[in-house]
Every structure is written in structure tokens, then in C-alpha cells.
């Protein structure tokens, strides 16, 4: 029988740590970041997945006394806290669409009267006519916000039901706000401050460099791909594992491929729920010991033994890569994160990006087609026959999403909140086009030729990171060559190439990546841009140049672009230092397994014995 909740309990924050979880000390920053809840601070944590942020938010609730109010997209992660919090005899409830009516109406209660110390709500709960009201009878002693970045456009996982926070929480106002999310770039935690209302918030941004995990990117056309999986998979050690795929049909293929030699289930939303929820547990408990899925898969997931995560093509955003790869290692043993990518994967990423953004054109028809009267969503769509409906529906749901328009529950479309001087227009072009660079910085990442973690850790703005190259990944071991190409010496062109690269450099301070491409092409006849690419990388790794991402704004708009820089060894390089120079190519599997050295025997296995 549940009993009612006393107000704060008594003790030092790390008395209540080992009476109600049972630890005797702290994780690193969960001890500051819990005094300062405590102390009725807004903050703002971002640490990675896996690193203890759940604790910052139960630990202080349960000092602070009265009910904490959780809000989390991810039904699947409030089942499992809510579950985890009551076998600690920790009194905690739940309301989301998944729940009866009855067992709401008694949610309802318990939190009316006291009983509660942990109340997890989806985002969409408070837009429900009355919810908020029955809330704020008995206000909440501090409000906890999970995937936070789920608030700002420029986030990875944007949630319209989030943008709607600010106002419906600042009726519970001045208790405390924890916004956590484990992916958050500079821009994004700015966001989630503003969007969320904080209040001379502080900001714990931590623990993005994960030392027992080995990040490496293979260049691989996809025709190759699925033998090269096969072999990573083939050693126990690199299982349990998660392979992501970039598409619902790749996933089956993946699968159905995979089914005859290992213990595997799939995901991806193609399916049932109850089909995706059966093969997830799978997986959890062991069953599976690879799965293949979407992105749809992992948020909220605890399975602290996965040894590898399989990229089978260029992830999305750097933000989503990050987050995924985080389900490797969280038990603290050595783990490997592989992506398998060409550049070709931008050719999907193109697709869904147009598919998910449509031309603002479209947006613009629907705007035109609406007025101060609510009309039905199927009459506007009639009224637009011409455009296609798929590109309709996301179109109408990103104008809703900047307030262009107003769809409510039962199907009504009018005129939005942000339309003087057609405010969403900006809104929306403004988050296009930072969700199109996206796809840019994760190309550039997957070529790099710098240090990968310590690239993840700067992209994110650790505050206390030691700015000290990892040691293990591809880009700090090159003696580890990739099994799946091989190198050769540049062709008598290249180092004509080469040589204009340097000349060009060698005057200047710097010089934009495009320009020095322009120059090129009149230089030298029927240069390609993938074939400047690959040099540029070349001498990045010669350590000849030097490459630097940078911004500059132009009517208003921030563009980014590459800074190249000659080194003081790329100033000092005579003509037959170009001898030394290596590229690599992409060589097939068949070719791979002709060769002495055994696949079995390559890298992947070498790999391990680095961070072991």
C-alpha cells in the first residue's frame, strides 16, 4: 500500500545515496549537480549515455521531499525508472497513452494526495485539458526534463509536444527545472536554456570521451558491406552487438542475411509494437545476441555488455552517431564502434532529407490555403491535389511545428501563432538549413584524419576534457591500415596536384577548402572534387596542412566551411619528399580474403588488444 510522502528527508546527500540506491560514492559530477538541484538551481546537464544522469534527478527529489515531476518521451525508459524506483521501495507512478484509464484516474489521486515521490509524464499529458490545473494543486518540488534536446529545433530528435514546455511549466514556477540530455552541441544547450525558460542556470557539460571505446570508419562501397559485418560479428568477443542500418529494407536484408549464423532479432517501425517490444527484450535478456535495427532502436535501452555497434552506412547527424555508439561499453570494458560508409551514403541522406524538410515552397502553398477559420485537414488537402501527399503531410507538420498553422485533435487546420510578417518562414529555413549541414559535418567526420574521439569531445564542448588524443582509434593507430583497401603511390597527376595545393597555400594564411579547389580547376585539366578531397586528406594526414572548420555569415546567414593551413613541415617539403606519400583505395572483399593474412586475423582482432 503506497503511504504518504514526508516532507525533505533528513541527511547528507550521500547519506540518502547509500540508504535509498545503495552506493557508497559518487559518480564523477553527480554529486555537484545534485547539491545545486538541491539547492533550487535550474541546470542543465549533458553527459553521455550511461554516465548517471537518472540519479541527478532521483536523488535530489527524493532530499527535496514532495513529488518530482519526470517528463520523458520514451515510454519504454519510463516503464523501466519507474520499475527500477519501485523494487528500491522508492514510491514512483507513470501516465502516458499506454495506460488505462483506470490506473491514470489512481495516478492522479496518489499524486493529489501525497503519496507519489516520482511522477513520470509524456510531454503530450500536459496539453490535455485539465492537466496541467489538477498538477499545479499540489505543485511539484522540482520538475525533471528528459531528452532535453528533444526542445530545440537545431537537436537531432526535435519533439513538437516539447517546443509547447516552457509555457505549461512555468505555472509550477519557482520550483527547480533539470533539463539532462546525453547529445547536445553548444547551440543545442543554448536552445534548451531558452525554450525551457531557465533561470541563471548552470550548466554541467561532461564526460563525453569514452575511454574504453575504439571508434574506427571503414570506406566501403555497400555491395561489401554485408561480408564485412559478417567478419566482425565472427569473433564472440565483439557480441552482444547492435547493427544500425539506414533503412527499413537494408534492415530486413541485414537480418535475413545474418538469422543463418548468429542469435539475431530486428527492429524498425515497419513493424508491430508488440513484435518490436518482443525482439528489444530479447535482446535485453540475452536471447539475441545481435540485433539489427533503424535508428528506432536504443533510446532508453540498458544493456550494459554490447561490444560493438555496427554503422552499415553514414549516420545522419554526429549527434545521433554519438548517442548510438554510447550503447557500446557501458559496463566499462573494451567495446569498438565501426561505421562502414562511402560516399555514396550521402545520396540517402539526401532522400529523407528532402522527404523530412520539404522546399519551403510547399509550406508556403499550404500557408496560402489557410485563414482565421478552421477548415478540415482532408478539405485542405483536397484543395492542394496537385502536391504530393506524403510531401503534404510533412509539410503541414513542419508548419505546424513553427506555428505557421494550428492542427488540432480533431483534424482542424487554421492559422498559427508565429504569422506576423510570416515568422515561421524564417524559423523553418533557419532549421533546414542547420539539419542539411548536419549531414555535412557527419561526412566530415567520417573522413577525418584526426584523433575520432577527441573530434566527438570538441564537437560537444566538454568543459574538463584533457584535449589528449585517444590513443586507440583508427586515425592514432595508422599502422592499423584498413584491411579493405590498399595503398599505392600517387600517379604523376596527383603529385602535379600536390604540388599546386602547396603553392597555393604557401602565400596565404589560410585558404577556403572551395577556393582552393577553384583554383585548381584552372590549373589543372579535368581535376574532380573527389579527387581533391582525397589528397586533402592525404596531407591533413602528411601533417603537410592543416584543416580547421569555421563560419561566416552572409545576409544573415552563418555558412560553414573548411579552413585549409600549410604547416611549418608542409613549408619545408622538397620534390622527391612525394615519393612518400600513400593513398588508399577501396579494394573488394573477394580480393581481401586472397590474401595471406587471413580477414580473421586483421585489424578488428589486432584492435582489442589496445584497450585491453
Known sequence: MLMQQQSPQLGSLIDLLKKNFGFSSFLPHQESVCTQVNQGRDVLLVMPTGAGKSLCYQL???????????????????????????????????????????????????????????????????SIPGFVE????????????????????????????????????????????????????????????????????????????????????????????????????????????????????????????????????????????????????????????????????????????????????????????????GRAGRDGKPSQAIMLSSFVDQKTHEFFFNRDYPEIVHLKKIYKNLGEQKISKEVLKQSLSSMDEDIFDKALEKLCIHRGAILDFEGNVCFGKNVKDNGW????????????????????????????????????????????????????????????????????????????????????SYRAAGRVFEELSLICRGVSRQEVENLFRVLDKARWIQIEQDTFEKEGKKISYRKLFLTDLGRSVKSNDLSRLQIFEVVSVKKVKKRKKSVKTDVFCESFKHIE
Not at 223 to 232: A, E, H, K
Not at 293 to 307: Q, S, Y
Open 134 to 325: 489538477m498538477l499545479v494543486k499540489k505543485p511539484p518540488s522540482l520538475i525533471a526534463v528528459d531528452e532535453a534536446h528533444c526542445i530545440s529545433q537545431w537537436g537531432h530528435d526535435f519533439r513538437p509536444d516539447y517546443r509547447l514546455l516552457k509555457e505549461r511549466v512555468q505555472s509550477f514556477r519557482p520550483v527547480p527545472i533539470l533539463a539532462m540530455t546525453a547529445t547536445a552541441t553548444p547551440l543545442v544547450q543554448d536552445d534548451i536554456c531558452k525554450q525551457l525558460g531557465l533561470i541563471n542556470e548552470i550548466r554541467s557539460i561532461h564526460g563525453f570521451r569514452r575511454t574504453n571505446l575504439q571508434l574506427r570508419v571503414l570506406e566501403l562501397s555497400p555491395s561489401d558491406r554485408m561480408s564485412v559485418i559478417r567478419s566482425i560479428l565472427g569473433e564472440p568477443k565483439r557480441r552482444p552487438a547492435i547493427v544500425y542500418a539506414p533503412t527499413r529494407k537494408i534492415t530486413d536484408q541485414l537480418y535475413e542475411d545474418l538469422k543463418s549464423s548468429y542469435s539475431v532479432g530486428e527492429y524498425h517501425a515497419g513493424m508491430t509494437g508488440v513484435e518490436r517490444e518482443r525482439n528489444q527484450e530479447a535482446f535485453l535478456s540475452g536471447k539475441f545476441d545481435v540485433i539489427v535495427a533503424t535508428v528506432a532502436f536504443g533510446m532508453g535501452v540498458d544493456k550494459p555488455d554490447i561490444r560493438t555497434v555496427i554503422h552499415a552506412a553514414l549516420p545522419v547527424s554526429v549527434e545521433g552517431y554519438y548517442q548510438e555508439i
Open 425 to 508: 518562414e524564417s524559423t523553418y529555413a533557419r532549421q533546414r538549413e542547420y539539419k542539411e549541414k548536419q549531414g555535412d559535418q557527419m561526412l566530415e567526420f567520417a573522413r577525418g584524419t584526426q584523433c575520432r574521439m577527441l573530434s566527438l569531445v570538441r564537437y560537444f564542448g566538454d568543459q574538463n576534457d584533457s584535449g589528449v588524443p585517444c590513443g586507440v582509434c583508427d586515425c592514432c593507430l595508422p599502422s592499423q591500415v584498413n584491411p579493405y583497401s590498399e595503398a599505392r603511390k600517387l600517379s604523376t597527376h596527383e603529385k602535379k596536384i600536390v604540388i599546386q595545393i602547396l603553392t597555393i597555400l604557401s602565400g596565404v
Open 60 to 126: 535530489p527529489g527524493i532530499a527535496l521531499g514532495g513529488t518530482t515531476l519526470v517528463i520523458s518521451p520514451l515510454l519504454a525508459l519510463i516503464e523501466d525508472q519507474v520499475e527500477k524506483l519501485k523494487k528500491k521501495e522508492i514510491l514512483a507512478e507513470r501516465i502516458h497513452s499506454g495506460r488505462d484509464r483506470a490506473s491514470t484516474r489512481q495516478a492522479c489521486m496518489d499524486y493529489l494526495s501525497g503519496k507519489l515521490q516520482f511522477l513520470f509524464i509524456a510531454p503530450e499529458r500536459l
